[in-house]
Nanobody, 119 residues
């Protein structure tokens, strides 16, 4: 069984930084795109950033210039480095991966990690 495990969330003051990690584990043949989403209280889940297997990245306007998504294909891991955090960045951050496992294409989500930006 393939799963995604996130880490790195926490509480930080406005202007601070955090680095999130998400590792895929299990019987993995290939990992295609990976991404980070977030969901603030009372709001819909929204895209933060994506990265393809080749390293092409895309960012939501809300985090453009303040976040960097990257991946280590040898570890099936995706990272999200966030800087200059604002209170409105407070949300649960979810990792997503498009994975081929045992001949089956799967779209997986992590369990979520809380990011709180507050003074």
């Amino acid at each position: 069984q393939v799963r995604l495990v996130e880490s790195g969330g926490g509480s930080v003051q406005p202007g601070g930084s955090l680095r999130l990690s998400c590792a895929a584990s299990g019987s993995i043949f290939s990992v295609y795109s990976m991404a980070w989403y977030r969901q603030a209280p009372g709001k819909q889940r929204e895209l933060v950033a994506t990265v393809t297997s080749g390293g092409t990245t895309n960012y939501a306007n809300s985090m453009k210039g303040r976040s960097t998504i990257s991946r280590d294909n040898s570890k099936d891991t995706v990272y999200l480095q966030m800087i200059s955090l604002k209170p409105e960045d407070t949300a649960i951050y979810y990792c997503y991966a498009d994975i081929l496992s045992n001949g089956i294409r799967q779209h997986l989500w992590g369990q979520g990690t809380q990011v709180t930006v507050s003074s």
